[in-house]
């Protein structure tokens, strides 16, 4: 196999998680047809990295959304004013 074409190294990383989410964690891979629970969270770390579904800001605005809900500060459709 010429260099160019060698598989990149790869690095083994320790993660500690409750037995409950791992066993989350095998059920789904093996549902979703990965070959190994190894395959399973490299496609997901992947993913997350490729699509990330939230900013830390986005996160804060939700936090202070649900704050804001809780304490009854809300609007309806009728109190805001939309432009025309």
Excluded at 18 to 24: I, R, S, V
Excluded at 64 to 69: G, K, L, N, P, R
Aim: net charge negative; charged share 30%.
């Amino acid at each position: 196999m010429a260099e160019a074409e060698s598989p990149p190294d790869k690095t083994t990383v320790n993660i500690r998680i409750t037995e409950t989410f791992l066993e989350d964690v095998d059920t789904t891979w093996e549902q979703q047809g990965f070959n190994s629970r190894s395959e399973f969270i490299r496609f997901v770390l992947r993913d997350a990295l490729k699509h990330p579904e939230f900013t830390r800001a986005d996160l804060k605005a939700m936090l202070t959304s649900e704050a804001e809900i809780r304490e009854g500060r809300t609007h309806s459709s009728d109190d805001v004013n939309y432009p025309a």
